[in-house]
């Protein structure tokens, strides 16, 4: 649904943006990670034409934005929520957005409803909104115009846990309805429960792409990896070695370079009682995300050897 | 319903009636606006009734005119702060980023906002008519002079639109090149205020300049539609070109600017 062709963005010599290409495919949800600085936002902000790109195109639906008549019917954008007057109440904003789009003023009272923001609340000015209202009126603002495609920058920023929950399952219910979804996060845990794909960005370029499986599975050297835990770990890993499986302890648990179904089997066989197994390293997301994305973090590269770039990785 | 194409065949783009009604809208649905506009129609008031009390106390004769004189002071002294704050309202509180992502020809957004400058300054045209009006009937009231009406019928009136017009333009186009309101503002009143004196200045030590100037001097060059019924076509010859240097090149370099500037 959203393609992102050959895309460069460069300020003087400075490239923000580094010829990056990726597609959001319809009825899904794609996360778009990087650590502060690494071009989101100025992806984000030529997907919606607000930018000039240098090199590239990104179209939606197959066309190009600036092409779409009535462009709030089809894309919700939401860039940046403090971008609002301040002298305006929340209501306001919205019934602006509404009247330019051409939708019945009754459409801003569902929104209101749809992001908890109470009729008081709404009556405010946006001057005086906590950062988490101004993110709901923001998101508010993306859904009016009920559109297929929506592109949010950072949208749980602000928001407080139920919020964020709230968002999460409003994003996975929008794609479940056949809706196509590109959010923005440096936070791979916000991000990683909702997104069916990520793309990881860094120093304006694309670092790693896939689904959270293949992106686990890059993260343990292209090697599948369990997390096991057995009532007698000691007993599973004999029975493991003898089937020519390494594992290693890992705290109260063993890492195993193993599929979880043979893991599973091995256990089986030997009548030994798990009481927890999993499908990779649950850090190793994270850990993959700093690596990755380790020359362009501001507080330098975390002490780790460099991988090999495994499958769903691109160099 | 598993397309990667959008289907844009049922929507309509969007009218630009909408845009100029959202725009006007913007214009006073803040506080700022709305006091910005009370204070213009405030201002006028203020200045009639002071010019009302001086000419009963020196008891000195007045038309409606003199009174018309009086509302256009303040008149083209705010006008242009509105048509400034209409412009760069919307960058200052970067709520550029949300118009143009819903209008991404930004042409149209800009021609939406002139016009609902324009339809500003028609409504300013009949508070000041109003206001005038009231102050010569309480002249005709209060003084031993006749009251006179002289209207200058529909071509006077049209005069008095034109110059808070253009007035409005000043501000849009300084407001489009400069893209902040305080730095707007403060190089529209130099302009203003300095320009005029720089010109009479010119004019005095430079005899060569002398022969130019009416075709360069934009405030001098507007003198004829201050209450003026007639513009000759020499008149109407230096208001085009002077206009064309400080309206229309601020302008053009202001429309230019928005169309370009990256929306942060
Ligand atoms: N107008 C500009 N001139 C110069 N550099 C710019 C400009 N706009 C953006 N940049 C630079 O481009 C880079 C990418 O910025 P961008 O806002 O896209 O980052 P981001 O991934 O959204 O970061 P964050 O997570 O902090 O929001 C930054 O280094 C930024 O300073
Ligand atoms: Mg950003």
Known sequence: ?315 | MSTETLDLSSTPAIPFTRLVQVELRKMYDTRAGRWLLISIAGLTGLVLVIQLIVLLVKDQSATLGSFGAGANIPMVILLPVLGVMSVTGEWSQRTAMVTFALVPSRGRVIAAKYVSALAIALIAVVVAYVLMIVANLLYGAFSSHPMVWDFGGAFGIFLVFLLYVISLSIGFAFGAAILNTAGAIVVYFVYDFVLPGLMELGAHLLSWFHSIRPWIDFSNAQTPLQGGSSVTGQQWAHLLVSGSIWLGIPLAIGIRRMLRAEVK
């Open chain 1, 1 to 315: 649904m959203i393609h992102v062709e050959g895309l460069t963005r460069k300020y003087g010599s400075f490239t923000a943006v580094d010829d990056i290409s990726f597609e959001c495919r319809q009825g899904t949800v794609t996360g778009f990670l990087g650590p502060n600085g690494a071009g989101k936002t100025t992806t984000m902000r030529v997907m919606v034409g607000l930018t000039p790109a240098t090199h590239g195109q990104v179209t939606i639906g197959g066309h190009h934005y600036r092409e779409i008549p009535n462009p709030g019917r089809h894309v919700g954008v939401l860039l940046d929520a403090s971008a609002q007057h301040a002298g305006r109440t929340g209501r306001e904003v919205l019934l602006l957005s509404s009247r330019t789009m051409g939708l019945p003023d009754s459409r801003v009272e569902e929104m209101l409803e749809r992001v908890s923001l109470e009729p008081a609340e709404a009556k405010r000015t946006v001057r005086n909104y906590s950062l988490g209202m101004r993110q709901r009126l923001g998101i508010a603002n993306a859904l009016l115009g009920d559109p297929q495609v929506l592109i949010l920058d950072e949208p749980a920023n602000g928001l407080d846990p139920a919020g964020i929950r709230w968002m999460r399952d409003l994003l996975k219910g929008y794609a479940a309805q056949g809706g196509t979804v590109l959010l923005s996060s440096h936070l791979l845990h916000e991000v990683e429960q909702v997104a069916d794909e990520m793309v990881v960005i860094g120093r304006g370029r694309i670092v790693a792409r896939g689904t959270r499986a293949q992106l686990l599975r890059s993260a343990s050297g292209g090697l599948a990896t369990t997390l096991v835990t057995a009532v007698d770990n000691e007993q599973l890993h004999r029975a493991l070695t003898v089937k020519g499986i390494e594992a290693t302890a890992a705290g109260a648990s063993l890492r195993v370079s193993a599929e979880p179904i043979d893991v599973g089997r091995v256990a089986a066989e030997g009548s030994i009682v798990l009481t927890d197994l999993r499908a990779g390293n649950e850090d190793g997301l994270e850990e993959l995300f700093l690596q990755l994305t380790a020359d362009s973090q501001r507080e330098g590269a975390p002490q780790q050897p460099a991988q090999p770039m495994p499958e769903g990785v691109n160099p």
